[in-house]
Nanobody
Framework: QVQLVESGGGLVQAGGSLRLSCAVSGRPFSAYVMGWFRQAPGKEREFVAGIMWGEGSTRYADSVKGRFTISRPTAKNTVYLQMNSMKPEDAAVYYC????????????????WGQGTQVIVSS
């Protein structure tokens, strides 16, 4: 069981960078997937990036590959999402989430969620 708190959202210029943080409390199992999702107005919540808590393997949505990086530094209770070369279509509320069941689930299958942090991309 974990508790998640996002931070780091804000206003960024197109082409710029932001780093989101997800502070994790509780005792996550090594097989948990920590995921970042985003939701723009009128759209479905979509998967952005994920990382296995213990192993460290990662997955990314095609739309962010090469631009975003998810990480969990060793022995640190924080998951990061580094967002580079940001585009207007990256604007959304970003959520940190945890899935007890590993890879394969949709957002509906994630068990724990943070409160969200808003990212605005200006031009």
């Amino acid at each position: 069981q974990v508790q998640l708190v996002e931070s780091g959202g804000g206003l960024v210029q197109a082409g710029g960078s932001l780093r989101l943080s997800c502070a994790v409390s509780g005792r996550p199992f090594s097989a948990y997937v920590m995921g970042w999702f985003r939701q723009a107005p009128g759209k479905e919540r979509e998967f952005v990036a994920g990382i296995m808590w213990g192993e460290g393997s990662t997955r990314y949505a095609d739309s962010v590959k090469g631009r975003f990086t998810i990480s969990r530094p060793t022995a640190k209770n924080t998951v990061y999402l580094q967002m580079n070369s940001m585009k207007p279509e990256d604007a959304a509320v970003y959520y940190c989430a945890a899935d007890r069941d590993g890879w394969g689930g949709t957002y509906q299958n994630y068990d724990y969620w943070g409160q969200g942090t808003q990212v605005i991309v200006s031009s």
